[in-house]
Nanobody, 115 residues
């Protein structure tokens, strides 16, 4: 059973930064997909960013230029650097990885951005 544990969330003011981490219980290199999702109150969960095994990254339009996804295979950890945070970024952020057709999710970390 794969475990994913997010950390790094918190309360910040608009314009500030946070770095989220997702620690996996096994090598993240072997996963097919590595994603960050978020879910704001009253809204559906949305894909924020993902990173391929070769390091290609993709971002939602709403975070392009502000967020950066990365991974450290040696530490089995994926990161989401979030800069210039906006109140609209307030959400629970989830780490998601897929392997062999099975989706694995962390429990999420709350990010609250005050105006």
């Amino acid at each position: 059973q794969v475990q994913l544990v997010e950390s790094g969330g918190g309360l910040v003011q608009a314009g500030e930064s946070l770095r989220l981490s997702c620690a996996a219980s096994r090598s993240i290199f072997a996963f097919n997909t590595r994603n960050w999702y978020r879910q704001a109150p009253g809204k559906q969960r949305e894909l924020v960013a993902n990173i391929t095994s070769s390091g290609i990254t993709n971002y939602a339009d709403s975070v392009k230029g502000r967020f950066t996804i990365s991974r450290d295979n040696a530490k089995n950890t994926m990161y989401l650097q979030m800069n210039s945070l906006e109140p609209e970024d307030t959400a629970v952020y989830y780490c998601n990885m897929n392997s062999g057709g099975t989706d694995y999710w962390g429990k999420g970390t709350l990010v609250t951005v005050s105006s």
